[in-house]
């Protein structure tokens, strides 16, 4: 790991100055065509980083965090410290040393308020000075030589300064006092058992080290203990002096006390006083980097990626049952061994151990019931203890890929989509089943797939916990959205569109430089079938048929590539592997016949663009031969693209922040208790009180007569009994219009307004929507239905500038939530941008969309139900009776407010329609809406008005 | 090559601790005894090692669903899938599960829980076992149209014209009876009962609306039939006495000792109901649509089923269907809309709406099948209501804190007027019969 460390960083160093420099080139010559990158530019002077990271089998997974990132997830980590970090301070020891161990306990649990204070108090210390880690590492050593910083250091024993050339340095170990690394002996403690570190009180005098400094109290590590946390980060070094943990000033007094606060599996800062000539064999400047970037904390799932630390992860969900297992049928029963059926097995945790142990089910039930019902098994049900399991099957020739997973993480609806996605997913890796599973060599790699999909379907939210901005874990919108067959599309204004489409047709052309066959007279490596792009998670272009779009996004899905991308974390991601398009894999059209080659994956990743490339070779380029790497022509190549599509980045930035359409509204505004919020508002500042004032005043007028008083009947209690009430009220329902609903969203106010200064409120708690609340009122269109008398003042003309911006809904105001609509054919589906959704903050909102998407789950699956299923299950499913094909389903939920205090009113409820559709004609679409239940929509209409907004 | 039928149903019986095989039911061809065997087999291996195995699922619709109950008696229901139960597999599971649940509480009612937990003679039992076939096969075939209760656990009732009378006569009777139980049989639905009868559970009710059905198909002008409760009593028998008042039309009271059957037929039968008989007739006339003349359904109402959630009683019917006008998509026909009534009211219960499980079933029972609510709980707001647009016709589910309405309507209603189809026809018959 500290090899690997540190060339990560020596990495990020190096290229990150490249980049830079390529960038500002870039930007200067960004009109020119593509064919003036010269790939040499970028592969002859330096080697590329990623050579050392290809595998013997020509694999590469290479990612490497932007510079800023990194610090950036450091500062995050600081943030998630109540979670799972644990820091200590001068105080908190304090608090420690005089209280009982049981006191200890109850202050960590109600004391996390104070340790978040102090965090804050930390992290405010401690940011200027990472800003500028150059500085920082200077700034240390002389502080070494002369005054320690007040914040770091505290109390620093004053004979500290007498020490000789000394460096302090920083080392991130995780530490699990769960697992010990060697037990708990008289001498050592925790230090030896928990960390590794070998600390000897009566050796120090032998050493030679001058005898001004009082080494009964400094923690000089005397030895290390194999396979423990400290030598594995393989940065401390005999004859440190460990000094301070988390910021804490440790001493041999105080170690072991500090330590033992450790409640679980952490990662801890050491402090370490180093000598400078234990690095003579370095050359100086490389000792510096090293010491600079010690590897900062990332998130779980980078770290994960980066192939360390599945253990601790996996440990956690130890309790949860869940296996995938790769059972043979064929039993050779002359030599009956010990499990000699399972292939693989994953993982091997005691819950699982259990399922493991029932193999024997899985393989009689799949035997015996295909005789039985004449259908291959496709589920079955389990109780271990209280948990319920789900285990699904995938029966390939002559053998049986077994997973299961919880019911309360993945329903039964959607177990076979996730099963099913899976086998895809490896299938495109590795070709087939038996091919993945049964080459021994695999195993590893298929411990860190499993543990990956096991740790995302689990704990997706442990594994996000170091990023920034990390949303409430939505299980089912993870399990809905992965589970469409489609990948996520950003529309883009048209221009920037065409731009980008022409630079990935002019990269796919590959007629250029080397890759052009004229360079060398030679064959290319490989034809390029195509590619597509990503931005911030968001699929931009494609190029790539629609079944190979959804393998590649497969695989990125799976390895987390897209969110990843979209919080901009990546630095640099080059990832190479031979793939396995499923559509070219089975070709059966007949008369054309795919040419037989091999095919590879390239994806590149360069900050928030991320580009997969999918390269034939054989065919019309030259056949591949054993199993090669990444060739630095094609991952340059592309490089220069994405970097040439820098220079559109800020277009598709403005259309990230243009205003959502069509239009969404926050769940919130439609809810009294945001006009509680409003008016509340409106007492703390003048302006908003005598609008409020207006508002209020008028709440008497009678039903809708005029725009104010209409607009004020809504905002008063009244309205919200009656939607409460909504039962047998349809009709009452269309008339009454919703709560605070009319002035759409801040965006389209600002839009309606002509003015520009809502945006960017819009995510502030109300004081967004008070904005576009109070400009839109003027020019609100009224509704038609109810206020007749009232449309005649408006003209034509004013209605339909009234209509300029895209509404989906009908009636007066906009009352749609969310939505999703799903292209089958092009396979892409459209959803409301992170940011749209995160502009319209609010409590309820983010659970009307985590509900909105458990919705789906079950609308998607009635829609299932009458389509021919995925892959092979098509042919053989006869047609049941059942409920028939349903093309269209909704349900109405009912939401209040949470924790409402209030006894003497009841609650205010908010009544929403989810919406699904499925249109076979002209193409095949799915879409889904959330709206709020005021007016009675024809959802065809709206899949209608929606799909023509797309203009794909 | 398969062993079960597209659409069949077996029911397997088996003792829990030793497998032995009591009785299979349904299916024209018994499976073989090694697949009994081995079904049986795979549970009991998971048993042994801490593992319950609840269910499995095929392609093309399959399911078998495994149950032991009071860890003496191992229940396995094989469905071939295909055309009949198919659609959504969770339906299918849904109604095997409630399946189970009848059978083994009609094998309690008929022969007590003492004799099936504490087995000493396999061969006794299963000849004793033979009892329960008639209504194990009717509850298995399920082919009555317009009962539900079998799966709602809700008694089919209907509600008379003017059930005073009717609600008077039965208090009476059963009075004179010497019972606190009695109830009035119309069509197989409860026309009118005593306030104990509806304070047995749901399921009971359910099940002697079954027994009570099957008894009087026999053609018997009267019998005497001893019932164990499966939850109200299920060691004690008492009497269950029916009487035919007419042609579809019978009166029972659950009794003691006393009164004989002859004392009651010829003392009190005449007496309390000869008085009646026009009103009964009337009752008979209600027929199948359960519902009085009095109450108006809007002729878009192809077919509903509402639910008393606090009394657990249900009321459904299907409309036969009127001249449509010509042009107009063929509407399902009456035995299809009974069925997709039925798939229908599975389908929301399953995924959106409560079934009111926690009175009737037991803590450890709720546990068995606690994948039957697991999709519900995933919700953060709670659902209200719930459409289908099909090929067919239109369905539209509805919950208040009171009811449970379902309604099919032709294709030919706006989607957007459901709503307004459905809180009228509630707002309608609660206001018209106080249901």
């Given amino acids: 790991m500290a090899t690997a460390d540190a060339r990560k960083c020596i990495n990020t160093n190096v290229c990150g100055g490249k980049t830079e420099e390529d960038g500002v080139e870039m930007h200067g010559s960004d009109c020119e065509s593509t064919s003036s990158f010269n790939s040499s530019d970028f592969s002859d002077d330096l080697e590329p980083e990623w050579l050392d990271d290809i595998q013997k089998n020509g694999e590469l997974f290479y990612l490497e965090l932007s510079e800023g990132e990194e610090e950036a997830a450091l500062a995050n980590a600081n943030q998630g410290v109540a979670t799972n970090h644990v820091r200590f301070s001068e105080k908190e020891a304090e608090i420690l040393t005089e209280q009982n161990k049981k006191q200890r306990c109850a202050s960590r649990t109600k004391g996390e308020p104070t340790l978040k204070r102090l965090a804050r108090i930390l992290r405010r210390k401690r940011r200027p000075s990472q800003r500028k880690p150059g500085a920082k590492d200077g700034g240390k050593e002389n502080s070494a030589l002369s005054s320690a910083p007040a914040s770091i250091l505290k109390n620093q024993p004053a004979q500290r300064q007498a020490v000789r050339v000394q460096q302090l340095k920083e080392v991130c170990v995780y530490l699990n006092p769960k697992r010990l690394a060697g037990p708990l002996c008289e001498g050592g403690g925790l230090l030896e058992a928990l960390l590794g570190v070998v600390h000897r009180a009566s050796w120090g005098r032998g050493l030679g080290d001058p005898p001004e400094v009082r080494q009964e109290d400094r923690l000089t590590v005397h030895g290390l203990i194999p396979n423990s946390p400290a030598i594995k980060c393989g940065q401390i070094l005999i004859g440190d002096v460990l000094v301070a943990v988390d910021d804490v000033d440790v001493s041999s007094e105080n170690i072991e006390r500090v330590l033992s606060c450790i409640p679980g599996p952490t990662q801890v800062r050491l402090l370490l006083e180093t000598l400078a000539q234990m690095d003579d064999g370095r050359a100086e400047d490389t000792s510096s980097v090293r010491k600079t970037k010690a590897s900062p904390p990332v998130s779980q799932l980078v770290r994960l990626l980066w192939g360390e630390d599945t253990a601790e992860l996996q440990m956690s969900i130890a309790h949860v049952p869940h296996i995938v297992m790769f059972l043979s049928l064929k039993l050779d029963s002359a030599s009956p061994q010990e499990e000699e059926e399972i292939l693989y097995q994953y993982p091997a945790s005691e819950a699982s151990g259990q399922l493991k142990g029932v193999r024997g089910i899985f393989l009689t039930l799949c035997d015996m019931l295909e005789n039985v019902t004449g259908g291959r098994i496709l589920s079955s049900s389990l109780l271990l203890g209280k948990q319920l399991v789900h285990v699904g099957y995938w029966k390939e020739s002559n053998n049986l890929l077994v997973i299961g997973l919880p019911a309360e993480r993945v329903p039964l609806l959607c177990l076979q989509t996730v099963v099913g996605d899976v086998v895809r997913t490896l299938k495109v890796m590795y070709g087939s089943l038996d091919r993945a599973f049964c080459q021994a060599d695999h195993a590893p790699r298929l411990d860190h797939f499993f543990c990956l999909f096991f740790q995302l379907l689990i704990q997706p939210s442990r594994l996000r916990d170091g990023s920034s901005s990390a949303p409430p874990t939505d299980v089912s919108g993870t399990l809905f959205l992965d589970g469409l067959p489609a990948v996520r599309w950003l529309t883009l204004p048209p221009e920037i569109k065409m731009e980008v489409d022409t630079v990935l047709s002019d990269f796919e052309s590959s007629d250029f430089g080397e890759m052009s066959e004229d360079f060398f007279g030679l064959r290319r490596l490989y034809a390029i079938l195509g590619s597509c792009l990503f931005y911030k998670s968001y699929l931009i272009a494609n190029h790539l048929p629609k079944e190979d779009l959804l393998d590649v996004c497969l695989y990125c899905q799976h390895y987390c590539l897209l969110p990843l991308a979209s919080e901009q974390r990546v630095g640099q991601l080059v990832i190479w592997r031979e793939v396995f398009p499923q559509q070219r894999a089975s070709t059966n059209n007949p008369g054309y016949s795919q040419p037989q080659g091999r095919h590879f994956l390239l994806i590149v990743g360069l900050r928030h663009f991320m580009q997969c490339v999918l390269l034939e070779a054989g065919g019309c380029a030259s056949a591949a031969l054993g199993s090669p790497g990444p060739d630095c022509v094609y991952v340059d190549q592309v490089k220069a693209t994405l970097l040439q599509l820098e220079v559109l980045q800020a277009g598709v930035e403005e259309r990230l922040n243009a205003p959502p359409a069509p239009c969404l509204s926050c769940a919130d505004w439609f809810l009294p208790a945001a006009r509680d919020r409003l008016d509340s508002l409106a007492s703390s500042s003048p302006v908003f009180s005598k609008l409020a004032g207006a508002v209020r005043g008028s709440s008497g007028g009678s039903r809708g007569r005029s725009l104010f008083g209409e607009r004020a009947r809504r905002s008063s209690p009244q309205r919200s009994q009656s939607d409460s009430g909504s039962e047998g009220q349809m009709d009452a329902g269309t008339s009454l219009a919703p709560g605070l609903s009319p002035h759409s969203t801040p965006d389209s106010g600002r839009k309606l307004g002509g003015r520009r200064d809502s945006l960017g409120s819009g995510g502030s708690e109300g004081s967004g929507g008070s904005g576009g609340l109070f400009k839109i009122p003027r020019m609100k269109h009224p509704n038609p239905f109810f206020l007749g008398t009232l449309k005649k003042t408006l003209t034509e003309r004013e209605t339909e500038e009234m209509y300029n911006t895209m509404k989906l809904t009908s009636g007066a105001e906009n009352t749609l939530f969310h939505y999703v609509v799903m292209e089958s054919v092009q396979g892409i589906f459209i959803a409301p941008t992170h940011r749209e959704e995160a502009q319209l903050s609010g409590s309820i909102h983010p659970q009307l969309i985590r509900n909105f998407h458990h919705c789906c789950l079950s609308i998607r699956a009635a829609f299932q139900q009458s389509l021919p299923t995925r892959g092979r299950r098509a042919a053989d499913r006869p047609q049941g009776w059942g409920l028939g094909p349903v093309k269209e389903h909704g349900v109405l939920f009912q939401c209040k407010p949470e924790n409402w205090t209030d006894q003497r009113k009841p609650a205010p409820t908010m009544t929403y329609w989810v919406i699904g559709r499925m249109l076979l004609e002209p193409v095949p679409q799915e879409f889904y809406v959330c709206f709020h239940d005021s007016v009675a929509e024809v959802p065809v209409e709206m899949a209608f008005r929606l799909s023509f907004g797309l203009a794909l | ?435």
Wanted: charged share 20%.
């Fill in chain 2, 1 to 435: 090559m398969m062993m079960l039928q597209h659409g069949s149903t077996q029911l397997l019986c088996l003792t829990a601790s030793s497998g032995v095989p009591l009785f299979t039911r349904g299916a024209s061809k018994q499976l073989p005894f090694s697949v009994i065997g081995s079904l049986n087999g795979v549970h009991m291996f998971g048993g042994g090692h801490g593992v319950v195995l609840s269910s499995c699922e095929t392609e093309g619709g399959g399911k078998v669903v495994w149950r032991v109950f009071q860890d003496s008696m191992m229940l396995i229901v094989v469905s071939g899938g295909g055309q009949d139960g198919a659609g959504d597999s969770k339906e299918d599971e849904v109604r095997l599960q409630r399946l189970l649940e009848n059978v083994w509480s009609c094998m309690v009612l008929v022969l007590g829980q003492d004799e099936l937990t504490n087995v000493r003679n396999v061969e006794r039992l299963k000849r004793d076992l033979r009892s329960c076939f008639s209504l194990i096969d009717q509850l298995l075939e399920d082919r009555q149209e317009g009962i539900l209760g079998n799966l709602t656990h809700c008694a089919d009732s209907l509600l008379p014209p003017n059930p005073t009378l009717l609600q008077d006569a039965v208090d009476g009777f059963a009075q004179a009876a010497d019972s606190e139980f009695g109830c009035l049989i119309v069509h197989g639905r409860i026309a009118a009962a005593t306030e104990k009868w509806w304070r047995l559970a749901p399921p009971e009710v359910v099940l002697l609306s079954a027994l009570i059905r099957s008894l009087s198909a026999s053609g018997s002008a009267s019998c005497d039939y001893p019932v164990f409760l499966p939850q109200g009593s299920p060691t004690v028998a008492h009497r269950l006495l029916r009487f035919q008042l007419l042609p579809g039309a019978d009166v029972c009271v659950l009794c003691g000792p006393t009164p004989s059957l002859h004392s009651a037929e010829s003392g009190m039968v005449g007496r309390f109901w000869t008085p009646l008989v026009e009103t009964l007739r009337d009752c008979l006339a209600v027929g199948e649509h359960s519902l009085p003349r009095s109450v108006s359904l809007r002729p878009d109402v192809l077919a509903l089923l509402l639910i008393n959630r606090e009394t657990r009683r249900s009321v459904s019917c299907v409309r036969t269907s009127t001249n449509r006008p010509l042009g107009e998509p063929p509407l399902p026909s009456k035995a299809r809309c009974w069925e997709i009534l039925k798939l229908f009211y599975i389908f929301s219960t399953t995924r959106y709406f409560n079934q009111e499980e926690t009175l009737c079933v037991s803590p450890e029972e709720r546990a068995q099948r606690g994948n039957t609510d697991d999709f519900v709980l995933g919700f953060s707001h709670q659902p209200l209501h719930c459409y289908l647009v099909t090929e067919e016709c239109k369905s539209y589910g509805l919950q208040t804190p009171q009811h449970q309405l379902f309604v099919l309507a032709p294709l030919s209603v706006p989607t957007f007027a459901l709503r307004t189809v459905a809180t009228q026809t509630l707002s309608d018959i609660v206001g018209a019969t106080g249901f």
